[in-house]
C-alpha cells in the first residue's frame, strides 16, 4: 500500500516562500515519479513539477520554473517542493502524486493536499 503524506502549507505574505513535503511509503515507490499538482477553488487541479526517483530528472510547468523547485531525498523517501517569490494565484491546495507525466490522470497515488494560501 502507497501512501503520501503532505505537509508544509500555511499562509504566507506575498513575496514570501514555502517549503512543502510529501512523506511517501510503500514498496514500489522508485517505479514512478513524484509529481507535484495544485488546485485553485474553481479551477482544475494543474501541473507543478515531477522529480524521478531515480537519477532526480525534473520537470517543471512553464509558467513557475525559477520560482519553484522540485526536490526529494531518497533515504527518506521524502520529496520537496521549494516555493519563492509567491504570489497570491499561488494560492491553492497542493498535492502530492506518484506516477509519470503531467496530468493527474497519469498519477496513481495522491495524498490529501495542503493549503497554501498568499495573501497580498
Known amino acids: 500500500q502507497v501512501q503520501l503524506v503532505e505537509s508544509g502549507g500555511g499562509l504566507v505574505q506575498a513575496g514570501g516562500s514555502l517549503r512543502l513535503s510529501c512523506a511517501a511509503s510503500?514498496?514500489?515507490?522508485?517505479?514512478?515519479?513524484m509529481g507535484w499538482f495544485r488546485q485553485a477553488p474553481g479551477k482544475e487541479r494543474e501541473f507543478v513539477a515531477l522529480i524521478t526517483w531515480i537519477g532526480g530528472t525534473t520537470y517543471y510547468a512553464d509558467s513557475l520554473k525559477g520560482r519553484f523547485t522540485i526536490s526529494r531525498d531518497n533515504a527518506k523517501n521524502t520529496g520537496y517542493l521549494e516555493m519563492n517569490s509567491l504570489k497570491p494565484e499561488d494560492t491553492a491546495v497542493y498535492y502530492c502524486a506518484l506516477g509519470a507525466g503531467s496530468r493527474p490522470s497519469d498519477y496513481k497515488y495522491w495524498g490529501q493536499g495542503t493549503q497554501v494560501t498568499v495573501s497580498s
Open positions: 510503500g514498496r514500489t515507490l522508485m517505479n514512478y515519479a
